[in-house]
């Protein structure tokens, strides 16, 4: 094209191309042609993240220039791929209405965009989750310390936010029997390797109960020595677990 836009720039022929190659719709020559251009176009590599919801692309780009582009009401975590995944249907419903609402005034291609994008993201997101399954629980071996009415099992999981602990507490007699009084009789207690301690849940134990909890702590699994279940008046160790 020779003519130029008002602005003086001369106009980007691929401005047009992003929903097409989102939509899988350009012939491989096409295809390879606008990748090429989309390493030296920030400008359609937005255009294509924000429609693909693709904020890793985003994040390759300098801040400055995401912004030049007006993607700068886009949530941070799409400059921040380490964050947890769980923003990204908004992020992608987000680019998809922009989209639609800026360049597709015809319904069946918005439709077809939006059920392109949602695709893409279906397929994004649980393989984001998958990844994070994949990290298998840690098995959590309980002894016994101080009181054997007790019996504790679970284990530990890493999760994009920090380490799930999940746990069954059995107990045997009244808490009373055991010399404690009041409500909250159990703690469980997460130590990380340079002994930090973090208090992750108390809860009651009633007579002859067993109990479920699950709990999340900061601290990343490969950072917790041991794990323990302590009488919440006294501090007395009932039960750890060493990692
Ligand atoms: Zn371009």
């Known amino acids: ?65 995401v912004t030049e582009l007006g993607v700068s009401n886009l949530p941070e975590t799409a400059r921040a791929p380490q964050k947890p995944a769980v923003a990204l249907p908004k992020l992608a419903h987000q680019a998809r209405r922009s989209k639609i609402r800026r360049r597709f005034a015809a319904a069946a291609v918005a439709a077809a965009v939006a059920a392109s994008a949602a695709g893409i993201t279906a397929a994004l997101i649980p393989h984001t989750e998958t990844s994070q399954a994949q990290a298998a629980g840690v098995p959590l071996s309980f002894s016994n310390v101080d009181a054997n009415s007790v019996a504790v099992t679970g284990q530990a999981l890493s999760v994009a936010w920090g380490t799930q602990i999940e746990w069954k507490c059995s107990y045997q007699g009244t808490p009373q029997s055991s010399g404690y009084e009041g409500p909250k009789p159990f703690e469980l207690v997460v130590i990380d390797k340079q002994g930090k301690e973090t208090v992750a849940a108390s809860w009651d134990a009633q007579e002859d109960s067993v109990v479920s909890p699950v709990a999340t702590v900061l601290t990343p699994i490969g950072q917790i020595a041991q794990i323990e279940v302590r009488w919440t008046n006294s501090g007395k160790v009932v039960v750890r677990a060493v990692l």
Request: charged share 25%.
């Open 1 to 65: 094209m020779s003519h130029t836009d008002p602005s003086g720039r001369t106009p980007d022929r691929y401005a047009d191309w992003d929903a097409a190659y989102v939509l899988g719709s350009l012939s491989s020559a096409e295809r390879h042609e606008f990748e090429k251009h989309l390493e030296d176009c920030p400008r359609c590599a937005v255009a294509v993240a924000e429609l693909a919801g693709l904020p890793g692309l985003l994040s390759t780009l300098p801040e400055s220039t």
